[in-house]
């Protein structure tokens, strides 16, 4: 099973990384909450444009669709206790077979544990060409969550000792593969029938308040203590999803943003991200994956960018 963001590495990244000091104001749509202190990238000094559903970006025009391919993590593969129909996948091929067609063929290649270097690159195969063994002459969508295992990897470095500057580079060259995964699948030779992707960016359950201790099974999953500073780390992350979703024309579903508010924090007034006394959790008791709440919540979103 996946396992999440883990402290270490978000720590690290808040240390050694500066957010801008011009971050511009927060969207409207991302306003109802405190963005700046949430960890929040900055869309607008990244040139997204901005859906107006609050869902994620407005890059594409998602149409004629002629399969679904889901890749990436175990929040996309999914897991125990919610049950199989009530996945956001499960969720995001009933409404895109709605709107494209009920023979719509659908394909899913994520896993447990996937990193981004198992979209192009690793993997027995790698996702990409498990799901496109050949060019795919059909228009295509590709819905995908992936980047909270590459961050195990970077704690289990630090683990090992090696230097903050050597984990840093380990965390770029991630966002490098990403890079190069997604710079594959809009590559018209491998797909002249037309490709959209719609990526998900990481999300934490604290709520922005960085207290992992807060989700019951946290130690069970190897969650301990307090890091407010890994809120830095979640900006530099995502901030490098903007900026890919930006040079590509892809869109990007914003999970953290979405999600902040509905974690183990969610009746914390004083959580950056709080949104009211009875706001709903979205999270389960592995800390880090969805409930079926979240689960429902992430394939609106994920429809919602698809629609505009």
Same mark, same amino acid.
Do not use: K
């Given at each position: ?28 749509? !991302?306003?109802?909450?405190?963005? #700046? ?12 444009? +901005? ?21 990436? @993590?175990?929040?996309? #593969? ?70 909270? /295992?590459?961050?195990? %990897? ?17 965390? @770029?060259? *991630? !966002?490098?593969? !990403? ?21 998900? /960016?990481?999300?934490?359950?604290? @709520? ?21 500073? +890994? ?13 890919? %979703? ?8 914003? +999970?953290? #943003? ?32 969805? /409930?079926?709440?979240?689960? *429902?919540?992430?394939?609106? +979103?994920?429809? *919602?960018?698809?629609?505009?």
């Amino acid at each position: 099973m996946s396992v999440g963001y883990n402290p270490l590495m978000l720590l690290l990244l808040g240390c050694t990384t500066a957010i801008p000091d011009d971050t511009a104001e927060p969207a409207p749509c !991302l306003s109802e909450v405190d963005g #700046e202190n949430a960890g929040f990238a900055d869309y607008a000094t990244a040139g997204a444009t +901005m859906g107006t559903h609050c869902a994620g970006t407005d890059h594409q025009e998602i149409e004629g669709v002629e399969r679904l391919v889901f890749m990436g @993590d175990s929040v996309t #593969e999914g897991t125990p206790p919610t049950e199989t129909w009530a996945y956001y996948r499960s969720l995001v091929t009933e409404g895109v077979r709605a709107r494209f067609g009920d023979d719509l063929p659908v394909d899913e290649c994520s896993r447990w544990g996937a990193r981004t270097d198992d979209l192009l690159q690793d993997g027995d195969p790698a996702q990409i060409a498990e799901c496109f063994p050949e060019v795919e002459e059909r228009r295509t969508l590709v819905v995908l969550t992936v980047g909270g /295992n590459d961050v195990v %990897a970077f704690s289990d470095e630090l683990d090992a000792g090696a230097t903050d500057e050597a984990v840093l580079a380990s965390a @770029d060259a *991630a !966002l490098g593969l !990403l890079h190069d995964a997604l710079i594959h699948l809009r590559d018209p030779s491998f797909f002249p029938g037309g490709v959209d992707v719609v990526l998900g /960016n990481v999300f934490e359950f604290t @709520d922005a308040t960085g207290d992992l201790v807060a989700c019951p099974l946290a130690e069970t999953f190897g969650f301990t203590g307090t890091y407010p500073q +890994m809120l830095e780390g979640y900006a530099y992350i995502n901030q490098a999803y903007a900026g890919m %979703a930006v040079e590509l024309d892809i869109d990007l579903v914003f +999970m953290h #943003e979405n999600f902040c508010g509905h974690g183990f924090h969610n009746d914390d007034p004083d959580s950056p991200c709080y949104r009211g006394a009875d706001n709903e959790r979205w999270f389960d008791n592995t800390c880090i994956h969805p /409930n079926p709440a979240g689960h *429902a919540e992430l394939a609106r +979103m994920v429809l *919602a960018v698809v629609d505009e």
